[in-house]
């Protein structure tokens, strides 16, 4: 099992987009988290409020052993996320095993492309287990996963495809393979499990291969039942034979989504009709039945549409939705009578406007249910509005209300661009206005019935025969009504590309606001990044997310700095390609306030060196051009910036000035280093902001507040500062350090420079420091390979150093030492970042206010990340390490709805009171737009605050149990309720729609609040069921009176409201209603309901020819 590891770095993480390599891993479970694979990490997020939950960084596999179970070294990047899949498991009723990892119901199978996978406990942020084939060889192991899939057995199982054409079924309890199955030279693709049966599964391949495989006696020792099916026509002669020659030349352990990463075979179940398969190909859409083994059908694509990504069935209706290549949605409806599928809609996945030319890739589409899941409880649960109503009664509603509730029809889609953004859409029916008038529908139809339930309360008593237009306005559902409506309600936006530098904010006191005036620019918690799609992301580290992005630069951002708190200044170049050759260099100035981009210094002509680097000063006020080869130019940065002078000399670094650092304490049990001995004995020198020269340069002490200094380093090895003194550029004339230390035979590389310490690395890795007002100096070797960048950390009063530096070598490698220390090597931080990622640029965030908080350091990772990592430096020993975060919770715009992610004990307290019956003031004491809501039902009047227990409703039923209970409930989802993380506005708007109707109401609503959709449909069809048998025991009544009155006294159910009824056409009606509301009809139990659905079923197969497939026919 894996080490545990901190989670700084979780917490604080930003991924990179997704790309074609993540083969569009992406998985929404029934709780209604989204996972998606992103380069080397999994992205975790919530795609009702479009908020980024967490980011779950695969580890490493290891150098130094072939088990990938060993904490990996900083120098291994971690391999792609392929696939993943969260398991199907409810939150365990057992409060004594709720807390461990093993029984999580937030599980999270990942597979990479290395073969390893890894089962996450989301809960945790950690990996419970490793699974890893044991076949004796290494390049057996590398088998990339192409696809995950949970099967139940007396455990869960997990079924995963390796490599091009191995199925391995997976016991990840005792992390151990238990049965396999090779495909060769088949390429599997997809895998899925039915939802009619837990324990069968099945498998396609790319030319047409399917697998039916069902797990047995318990599948413990790999009892597995298989049948073989083979779909032909799928492929014509020009199609095999680019596919045969694409995989003769591919690596032989790659899978499918590496060898063919345009080609997309995929399938699902229909949640709607046992046995019916519906599988796409890139050109072809075709319902196959496993039961006859044959395909009932097959639709061709029209010509000008992209090939088939993906196939998914709604749940509630009988049509599915395909994804395209071309970033397009289409949606195919089944024609009356038969398995054959038209098309029907046509949508973009991707809006044309504001998005980038070329447009960006669509990789991924999921089809989240758990929301529409839930509006479907709201209106299937209206037959049954009230406990105390009768079972006849109960149907006496206005025909307008059912009929206008049963029509809107809502679906909801997340897809998953490349250029870091997470689309939310909802498809609507003919009927819907969108979003907010579904609301506003389900909140009228909410009212009618409440009104409704007051007027019926009184005339239940009397026993009147119930109209049957009613009845059928109810059941009536529009079987052909089309989604007409595809309309965008949410957007996140990651990271857009891959990270290519990164900017820090650390204005001086002489930095002003944008607007003008004296005031000092404070440090703002934001970080600007660079990327190689030429774009700006400015994240706000207080909430982990992206802040604003800007379309820049038509190429990869080269060099970023910050002017200020609210200016960036940025550089990019690009090679001209005529007989004249040169660069093309752009500079651009972007005001985050008015989201302007500026371009200065702009020629007509090419040049002859391109921009090296860009360095800003900490004022904002001054910049510097670096050249390859060429000279530096000093710019004065204002409205209209002027270049105030061209430095000719072979600069090899150059960096300005930070704000000088306060004094250090004086510890005693901190060992001082040679430089602040000799500091201190030097002509009583206290501090490097009392020299005469240092007025002059220092912001802080300085009555020029113009003055403002930079250090450089040239190619013969020569070190000098010079200082910008208005539009004067002079000599700063520092105290040499002593002749040894300039002889090195290293070229500078990288420098920092804090008054009064200029801090120097080369080639060689050597680290070399000098005092500029003692001339004092020291050095040591990193024994490492060059040295890029060096970086002071902020110091803060009460701090005992403020020598500390972080430092980026050539090999994206990374050291934090301490030059206060006797011995900087000896007490150095390597590689403090979880491994897994190599670092390309990096810097400290200037946040930190008091001693006490750690120093964090902002990352921008070869994988595309930006991570935050915090460093706690202990004074006493000087050693560094990782504490827990200190930091509160970040700041979200929205609380975060998800009682999936609640302790279990709490999410039980939470089911418990939403089946018992809460007002829906309770809700509305956090939620202020639901008072309107709540003010229209019944009483739903605001509660006392003393007593919890009179936010529950009222009901006839006799008390179970202590009454003290509900109130010990409430009282522990006090906190979540006064952050109003239990639900929001809409979701507490559904919950008061059938708070009043019902226990049996309560149950399903409470049950698909938790993913658990098969119990909210039981409990959506008990009522139909209990009328079922009332209708049994009306038609034996009129032969047997006395049993009729014993049924009557035993169910206490007033049997004269429901016979007149029931001698109708109630069981007409009810096959009716089922028939018409999706997955109802897979639990059918009256006769003529089984019959209605088997009557359909037969027309499908009557064009199949053979012996087995008329016998079949015959039975069916």
């Known amino acids: 099992m894996a080490a545990p590891r901190s989670q700084e770095a979780w917490d604080c993480m930003l991924p990179g987009p997704s790309s074609r390599n993540n083969g569009g891993c992406a998985d929404c479970n029934a709780g209604g988290l989204l996972a998606y694979g992103a380069g080397s990490s999994i992205v975790v997020a919530d795609p009702r409020s479009m908020q980024l939950i967490s980011v779950l960084p695969m580890p490493a596999p290891s ?8 904490v990996t070294s900083g120098h291994a990047l971690a391999p792609f996320v392929t696939a993943l899949r969260w398991i199907p498991h409810s939150i365990s009723r057992d409060l004594s095993t709720q807390d461990e990892p093993s029984n999580s119901h937030l599980r999270l199978a990942v597979g990479d492309r290395q073969g390893r996978i890894a089962i996450w406990d989301f809960r945790s942020r950690l990996v419970v287990q490793w699974l890893d084939l044991d076949s004796g060889g290494a390049e057996r192991s590398r088998l990339g996963i192409q696809d995950l899939c949970w099967i139940l057995s007396d455990t869960w199982l997990l079924a995963a495809i390796h490599g091009p054409s191995l199925l391995a079924l997976w016991n990840p309890t005792a992390g151990r393979c238990i049965w396999k199955y090779d495909a060769s030279p088949e390429f599997l693709s997809c895998i899925r499990r039915d939802p009619f049966d837990c324990r069968h599964l099945c498998v396609l391949g790319l030319r047409g291969f399917l697998l039916s495989a069902i797990v047995l006696s318990g599948g413990m020792e790999g009892d597995v039942s298989i049948k073989e099916h083979q779909i032909s026509g799928v492929l014509d002669h020009a199609e095999l034979q680019k596919l045969d020659k694409e995989s003769s030349s591919a690596s032989p352990n790659s899978p499918a989504l590496a060898v063919f990463p345009l080609f997309c075979a995929k399938f699902s179940f229909s949640p709607l009709w046992r046995h019916i398969l519906l599988i796409t190909f890139p050109k072809e859409l075709i319902v196959f039945d496993l039961q ?150 389900m909140t009228k139809a909410a009212d009618i019935c409440e009104e409704t339930v007051l007027q019926l309360q009184t005339e239940a008593k009397e026993s009147e025969p119930v109209e049957s237009a009613n009845i059928r306005a109810i059941s009536s559902s529009p079987q052909g009504s089309n989604f007409t409506k595809m309309s965008l309600i949410g957007q996140l936006q ?62 990869t951002v080269r060099g970023l700095r910050w002017l200020g708190n609210s200016r960036l200044v940025s ?26 981009n500026r371009p200065f210094r702009v020629l007509q002509k090419s040049e002859r060196a391109p921009i090296r680097a860009i360095r800003a000063s900490s004022s904002g006020r001054y910049l510097l051009i670096v050249f390859r080869d060429a000279p530096v130019e000093v710019w004065a940065m204002t409205k209209n910036p002027i270049m105030l002078r061209s430095l000719a000399l072979p600069f090899t670094v150059l960096e300005w000035t930070l704000p000088s650092a306060p004094r250090p304490l004086q510890n005693g049990s901190s060992r001082q280093s040679s430089i602040s001995s000799k500091e201190q004995s030097s002509n009583n020198i206290s501090s490097g902001d009392a020299s005469p020269t240092n007025l002059k340069t220092t912001p802080e002490g300085s009555g020029d507040e113009t003055s403002e200094s930079f250090a450089f380093a040239l190619v013969n090895g020569a070190l000098g500062v010079f200082e910008v003194h208005g539009r004067r550029i002079r000599d700063f004339r520092p105290k040499w350090p002593s002749s040894s230390f300039v002889s090195s035979d290293g070229l500078v590389t990288a420098m920092a420079y804090r008054l009064p310490h200029v801090v120097m690395g080369d080639r060689l890795g050597n680290i070399r420091w000098w005092d500029v007002t003692t001339g004092l100096s020291s050095s040591f070797n990193t024994h490492k390979e060059g040295i890029r960048r060096i970086k002071f950390s902020p110091v803060v009063s009460g701090d005992c150093s403020r020598g500390r530096i972080a430092v980026l070598f050539y090999d994206n490698t990374f050291s934090i030492f301490d030059l206060d220390t006797s011995d900087p090597l000896a007490n150095a931080l390597l590689q403090p970042q979880s491994p897994g990622t190599l670092v390309l640029e990096l810097d400290w965030l200037p946040m930190r206010t008091n001693k006490d908080e750690p120093l964090v350091l902002c990352i921008a990772g070869a994988d595309s990340s930006f991570r935050l990592i915090e460093v706690n430096i202990n004074g006493a020993k000087t050693s560094s390490g990782f504490n827990p975060r200190m930091f509160k919770e970040r700041f979200r ?25 809460v007002k829906p003031s309770w809700f509305s004491s956090c939620n202020t737009t639901m008072e309107v809501v709540t003010s229209h039902v019944p009483e739903n009047g605001l509660a006392s605050v003393g007593d919890l227990r009179s936010y529950m409703i009222k009901s006839d039923l006799p008390d179970v149990g202590d009454t003290v209970v509900p109130e010990l409930l409430l009282k522990v989802l006090e906190p979540y309720r006064k952050e109003g993380c239990i639900f929001d506005d809409e979701r507490a708007r559904l919950y008061a729609s059938v708070v009043n109707k019902g226990f049996a109401a309560r149950l399903a609503f409470a049950a698909a609040c938790f993913g658990e959709f098969s119990e ?40 004269p409201n429901v016979m007149p009824l029931a001698k109708n056409s109630m069981p007409e009606r009810r096959m009716h209603y089922s028939m018409n509301n999706g997955q109802l009809k897979v639990m059918a139990f009256a006769q003529e309901e089984l019959w209605g659905a088997a009557t359909e079923r037969i027309p499908w197969h009557e064009r199949l020819e053979g012996e087995e497939a008329i016998q079949k026919r015959v039975h069916e």
């Open 893 to 917: 715009p929205i609380p975060l709805c998800l009682p999936i992610l609640f302790p279990a004990a709490h999410a039980s307290a939470l089911r418990m009171v939403l089946q018992m019956g």
């Open 494 to 555: 990651l990271l857009s590309s891959t990270v290519s530098t990164l900017a820090v904010p650390a204005p001086s006191l002489i930095a002003t606001v944008a607007r003008g005036g004296n005031v000092p620019a404070p440090a703002v918690p934001l970080v600007a990044l660079g990327t190689q799609s030429g774009t700006i992301d400015v994240v706000d580290v207080s909430a982990n997310a992206v802040a604003m992005s800007f379309s820049v630069h038509n190429s």
């Open 63 to 70: 150098q130094s052993s072939p088990s990938p179970l060993l």
């Open 1016 to 1055: 909210a449909l039981f409990w959506l069809q008990l009522p139909h069921a209990l009328l079922h048998f009332v209708d049994k025991s009306s038609s034996k009544s009129s032969k047997d009176a006395s049993q009729s009155d014993s049924l009557s006294v035993a169910a206490n159910i007033p049997i």
């Open 571 to 596: 550089f990019s170049y690009n090679q001209v390609n005529d007989k004249v050759g040169g660069f093309n260099n752009r500079l651009v100035v972007t005001c985050l306030r008015s989201g302007l």
């Open 292 to 441: 006859y083994g044959a395909s009932l059908s097959s639709t061709s694509l029209p010509r000008g549409m992209g090939k088939f990504m993906d196939v998914m069935p709604d749940p509630g209706m009988d049509q599915l939705y395909c994804a395209h290549l071309d970033g397009k949605l289409s949606t195919w409806k089944r024609k009356e009578g038969e398995q054959v599928h038209a098309l029907s809609k046509m949508g973009e996945l991707m809006p044309s406007i504001g998005t980038a030319v070329p447009s960006p890739s669509v990789l991924a589409v999921i089809l989240c249910q758990s929301e529409s899941f839930l509006q479907k409880v709201g209106k299937l649960s209206v037959p049954s509005l009230s406990a105390n109503l009768s079972s006849a009664a109960c149907y006496s509603l206005p025909s307008d209300l059912c009929t206008r509730t049963d029509l809107v029809s809502n679906s909801y889609l997340v897809s998953i661009s490349d250029d870091g953004k997470i689309w939310s859409w909802l498809l609507a029916s003919d009927n819907s206005t969108g979003v907010q008038d579904t609301s506003s529908e």
